[in-house]
T-cell receptor, first 112, second 112 residues
C-alpha cells in the first residue's frame, strides 16, 4: 500500500481564520513533506520532517506552522493567510531521504 | 545548482500515437530520476524511477532510461490512450538529500 491521505480535500478560509491541514501515512515512512503547488507549476517544497523532527524549512512565512505529532501524522497549521497563499497543498512521504516520495491527493486551499 | 528541463507543452496527440517527453538534468554526482504524473484535480503519482546509469524504469506501458552520458531521462509510451491525458513531471533526487528538483511539467492531451 502506497497511500498518503490528506484532509480536507477543499478548504475555503478568510484571512483572519485559523485552520489546519492533515496528512497521514501508514507505510512506516520516516520522512514526511509539505509542498505548495500553484496552477501550472511544479510543486515547491515547504517543510521536511525526518524521524518526527523538522529538518528543512524552505524559508516559509510563519503564518504556516508545521507539526509532526507522530511518525504517521503531519499537520500544517494556517493562520492569517493571504489570498496569494491560495494553492494546492500536497503532503508526501518516503522511507528516508534517498528514497522516492509518495504524494497525497492534496488540499485545495482558497483564501478569501 | 541542480536543475531539470522538460519540453514545454502542451503536447497534443491522437489516441494510439507514440509519446515522447524529453527531460534533461544538471546535477553533480549520481541522482535518482523520477517521472511523476498528475491527473486533473489530483496529487502527483509516481510513474517510474531509475536510480543509476542505464537503469530502465517502466510502468503502465511507459518507459524511461537513465542516460548519464547525455544527462537525460526521456519518457516514452508506444500507444497512448485518452486516459493518459495529464501533466507529467520529471524530477531528480540527490543522494543524501530530501529535496526533489522538478522540471516545469509537460501537459499531454490525447484526443480520441
Amino acid at each position: 500500500d502506497t497511500e498518503v491521505t490528506q484532509t480536507p480535500k477543499h478548504l475555503v478560509m478568510g484571512m483572519t481564520n485559523k485552520k489546519s491541514l492533515k496528512c497521514e501515512q501508514h507505510m512506516g515512512h520516516r520522512a514526511m513533506y509539505w509542498y505548495k503547488q500553484k496552477a501550472k507549476k511544479p510543486p515547491e517544497l515547504m517543510f521536511v520532517y525526518s524521524y518526527e523532527k523538522l529538518s528543512i524549512n524552505e524559508s516559509v512565512p510563519s503564518r504556516f506552522s508545521p507539526e509532526c505529532p507522530n511518525s504517521s501524522l503531519l499537520n500544517l497549521h494556517l493562520h492569517a493567510l493571504q489570498p496569494e497563499d491560495s494553492a494546492l497543498y500536497l503532503c508526501a512521504s518516503s522511507h528516508g531521504r534517498d528514497y522516492e516520495q509518495y504524494f497525497g491527493p492534496g488540499t485545495r486551499l482558497t483564501v478569501t | 545548482g541542480d536543475s531539470v528541463t522538460q519540453m514545454e507543452g502542451p503536447v497534443t496527440l491522437s489516441e494510439e500515437a507514440f509519446l515522447t517527453i524529453n527531460c534533461t538534468y544538471t546535477a553533480t554526482g549520481y541522482p535518482s530520476l523520477f517521472w511523476y504524473v498528475q491527473y486533473p484535480g489530483e496529487g502527483l503519482q509516481l510513474l517510474l524511477k531509475a536510480t543509476k546509469a542505464d537503469d530502465k524504469g517502466s510502468n503502465k506501458g511507459f518507459e524511461a532510461t537513465y542516460r548519464k552520458e547525455t544527462t537525460s531521462f526521456h519518457l516514452e509510451k508506444g500507444s497512448v490512450q485518452v486516459s493518459d491525458s495529464a501533466v507529467y513531471f520529471c524530477a531528480l533526487l540527490k543522494a543524501a538529500g530530501n529535496k526533489l528538483t522538478f522540471g516545469g511539467g509537460t501537459r499531454v492531451l490525447v484526443k480520441p
